[in-house]
């Protein structure tokens, strides 16, 4: 008897409509409202990033009903424009958290659209947290079908993954059934796009707005009774065989059963993911031998061939290019420091004496390696040579370690723009996230 074809966009569409939130762990809870926190932090820090005010101008002028709150703005949009500018906002200093699974920054595409359904809706906290925790299931498991041969192609994963993630995480707000969602799913495949060659513009945090944008639009269309294509991930000319994917049993079996979200990397340096670990390999070293960087007389960094195609730029002249130059990203932290925001701005990046520390570095691919592990061997100017390796994406800290941390950071972005009296507040309501009975009322707090 012949197998009959996987049908893996209905077979995600059941999950989404059909987990109930019992069946999700509380410790998965726990982890959301870190994500969250995390997604707000960042969000705060980006709102006022150049694009950002673009795309509210931008946004103004085409008007709309005034249905979602613009984050630290005091206004309101369309929940689509609200999605698109929050989550540009979100991405604009490339400081918000990645996970391998999805092949990019899965918050950045799913808060955006949760958050402005939500708030328009008056969903609950609970109810806020179990679609981004279905959405990030969802797009986490399409990466993982896709493989690393998706975004070795040129797509970024955060686009294409969060258009179908969003429209995941949409679905499960609106209550759409199955139909409506296979419906959803498939009018956000056909807009799923993303092209890596503008990292290092104003498009790449554009990408997570739009694609936060493309899949809330995705789920409204579908509860109207909006069709599309059935199986737009596995059919004939879908997703996986004009964008690189394949369907797989074993992926589409742990819907249900695991989560993804634990792997869930924040970040501690604002630039991107595939230089945190040479940065952490380096100061390692640094730290380890007591070496002065005037010691330094040539490095080695060894990378991945995704590492160095997501952040490889061997000169760059701005801020935002300096965050996707692994070699100013090592320079910069092993003679200033500081890694925050604060790093990466025009004048730093054509700092003489970062410049000169760049010349000595050679960033060099090692077939080897996956994904973002790296290894960094440094001689000095008497002839020694040290060696070390990291690998973020893998060294995830456990809940508490990243709880501590990502309330840190939270008040750290938060507090410069709201006050530190006002993020304390905040940072309690979101710690007690389930008990927010209408998201209106926190959205209101985070205004003021």
């Not at 630290?72 to 906002?89: D, T, Y």
């Not at 498939?186 to 796009?193: H, P």
């Not at 410049?355 to 077939?367: H, R, S």
Request: hydrophobic share 40%.
């Amino acid at each position: 008897m012949e197998e009959k074809p996987m049908e893996v966009t209905r077979t995600i569409a059941r999950f989404i409509t059909e987990t109930d939130s019992s069946q999700i762990p509380a410790e998965v809870y726990n982890h959301a409202k870190v994500c969250f926190l995390d997604w707000l932090g960042v969000t705060m820090a980006g709102k006022d990033e150049p694009l950002v005010l673009k795309l509210i101008k931008y946004t103004g002028l085409m008007g709309g009903n005034e249905q979602a709150s613009v984050l630290g703005h005091s206004i309101k949009r369309s929940v689509e424009h609200a999605a698109l500018i929050n989550g540009a906002a979100s991405h604009a200093l490339d400081y918000d958290d990645s996970l391998l699974a999805f092949q990019g920054h899965p918050s950045v595409t799913l808060f955006p659209s949760v958050l402005a359904l939500s708030e328009w809706k008056g969903k609950s906290g609970y109810d806020f947290m179990t679609a981004y925790i279905i959405g990030l299931k969802a797009g986490s498991c399409v990466g993982l079908c896709a493989g690393m041969g998706h975004y070795m192609a040129g797509w970024h994963g955060t686009s294409t993954m969060g258009h179908l993630a969003s429209a995941a995480a949409s679905a499960r707000v609106l209550g759409l059934d199955e139909q409506q969602t296979v419906f959803a799913l498939g009018i956000a495949g056909t807009q799923a796009s993303g092209l890596k060659r503008v990292f290092g513009t104003m498009c790449k945090p554009f990408h997570a707005g739009k694609s936060s944008m493309a899949g809330l639009m995705s789920a409204l269309l579908a509860g109207e009774g909006f069709t599309s294509a059935e199986d737009i991930l596995e059919g004939q000319h879908g997703f996986f065989q004009v964008l690189q994917g394949q369907m797989n049993k074993d992926v589409l079996g742990t819907l249900g059963k695991t989560w993804e979200i634990d792997n869930m990397a924040q970040k501690y340096h604002a630039s991107c993911h595939a230089t945190h670990s040479p940065i952490e390999a380096a100061l390692e070293i640094v730290k380890k031998e007591g070496l002065n960087p005037d010691e330094i007389k040539s490095m080695k960094i060894y990378c991945s061939e995704l590492a160095i195609d997501a952040a490889g730029k061997p000169a760059p002249s701005t801020g935002l290019e300096g965050k996707f130059s692994i070699a100013y990203c090592v320079a910069n932290a092993l003679l200033r420091g500081n890694t925050g925001m604060q790093a990466f701005t025009d004048e730093k990046v054509n700092d003489p004496a970062i410049k000169e520390l760049c010349k000595k570095i050679t960033v060099v691919t090692d077939k080897e390696f996956s994904e973002l592990q790296a290894r960094v061997e440094i001689e000095t100017s008497p002839g020694q040579v040290f060696s070390g390796l990291s690998d973020v994406m893998k060294d995830v800290p456990p809940y508490d370690v990243k709880e501590v941390k990502i309330k840190a950071k939270f008040m750290d972005l938060c507090s410069p723009v709201i006050g530190e009296s006002k993020a304390g507040k905040l940072l309690e309501q979101i710690v007690s996230l389930e008990k927010v009975e209408d998201m209106k009322d926190l959205t209101r707090l985070i205004q003021g």
